[in-house]
Every structure is written in structure tokens, then in C-alpha cells.
């Protein structure tokens, strides 16, 4: 059973260190830095409460919209449900909270995530060439009215 619940900058900061993808390991206090002037939601998700993955969101600068900024599945718990469910949560708290839009940009290079978003309805609505083409940045939209 998948559970998904607010996390604290803690448990961010470890379980940002348990994703692979991630090869810059962030310092403690990572996301405290980075959020606490921030409208923001923070979720970890368990599965049998044992930590699977994490989603992190702000307020953009337009009011209206959320930026879906860090998140990750551990390899062991990919294809089990965890990624929908804390992007479930993530947009319905986004409704409940006034926003109209969600985006986030991934990389050329994870092609999974970019299947994701596409499967929850978002649309690539700008991609950004930055690096070899592996690394450009792929911006991705959703409507949540």
C-alpha cells in the first residue's frame, strides 16, 4: 500500500541522497535553503512504510502556477504506482490550493520521466538547449482546470 504524506527538509535531503539519477549529492539544510521564503509542498511517499520516493513543488512566479521542481522514485519501487501517486497528490492539493497550472522540466536524458508527464496529460511546451543534447531541458505543462 502506497501512502503519501508532507515531509519535513530532513527527510528530503536523505532520501534526495537515495535516488541514483541525482549525482550531485546535496548538503543538509538543502531544501530548507531553498524553500523557506516559498509557498511550497513537500511529500514523501511509503510503501509499507518504507520510504519509495519524494516530490517537492513551489509557487512559481506567476501566482497560478506550481513548479513540480525535485522528485524521485528509489529503482525498487519504479512501476509500482508511487510516481502517479504523488503527482495525484500534488495536483489536487495544487487545485485546492488555487493554482491553474503545474510544469516541470526534465532532461533529454530521462526519457521515462518525459513518458510520464506525457501519460498525465502534460504537454512539451519548450525545450532548452543547454549541454549536449542529452542534457537539454525539456519543459513540460498541464492545465489543471
Same mark, same amino acid.
Given at each position: /500500500?502506497?501512502?503519501?504524506?508532507?515531509?519535513? %527538509? *530532513?527527510?528530503? +535531503?536523505?532520501?534526495?541522497? /537515495?535516488?541514483?539519477? %541525482?549525482? +550531485?549529492?546535496? =548538503?543538509?539544510? %538543502? #531544501?530548507e535553503?531553498?524553500?523557506?521564503h516559498?509557498?511550497?509542498? =513537500?511529500?514523501? @511517499?511509503?510503501?509499507?512504510?518504507?520510504?519509495?520516493?519524494?516530490k517537492v513543488?513551489?509557487?512559481?512566479?506567476?501566482?497560478?502556477?506550481? #513548479? *513540480?521542481?525535485?522528485?524521485?522514485?528509489?529503482?525498487?519501487?519504479?512501476?509500482?504506482?508511487? @510516481?502517479n501517486a504523488? @503527482?495525484? #497528490?500534488?495536483?489536487?492539493? =495544487?487545485?485546492?490550493?488555487?493554482?491553474k497550472r503545474?510544469? %516541470?522540466?526534465?532532461?533529454?536524458?530521462?526519457? =521515462?520521466?518525459?513518458?510520464?508527464?506525457? *501519460?498525465?496529460?502534460?504537454?512539451?511546451?519548450?525545450?532548452?538547449?543547454?549541454?549536449?543534447?542529452? +542534457? #537539454?531541458?525539456?519543459?513540460?505543462?498541464?492545465d489543471? /482546470?
Open positions: /500500500m502506497i501512502t503519501v504524506r508532507t515531509a519535513s %527538509f *530532513s527527510e528530503l +535531503d536523505e532520501v534526495h541522497r /537515495m535516488i541514483p539519477e %541525482f549525482p +550531485d549529492r546535496v =548538503a543538509h539544510g %538543502f #531544501y535553503q531553498n524553500l523557506k516559498r509557498l511550497f509542498l =513537500a511529500l514523501v @511517499a511509503e510503501v509499507n512504510h518504507e520510504v519509495a520516493g519524494f513543488a513551489y509557487q512559481s512566479e506567476s501566482p497560478e502556477v506550481l #513548479y *513540480s521542481w525535485m522528485g524521485g522514485v528509489l529503482p525498487e519501487f519504479r512501476k509500482t504506482g508511487v @510516481a504523488l @503527482a495525484e #497528490y500534488q495536483e489536487n492539493w =495544487a487545485k485546492e490550493n488555487g493554482f503545474v510544469f %516541470f522540466k526534465t532532461r533529454n536524458r530521462f526519457p =521515462a520521466m518525459i513518458k510520464f508527464g506525457l *501519460s498525465r496529460n502534460f504537454k512539451i511546451i519548450e525545450v532548452l538547449q543547454k549541454g549536449g543534447v542529452q +542534457d #537539454y531541458r525539456i519543459v513540460m505543462m498541464k489543471l /482546470m
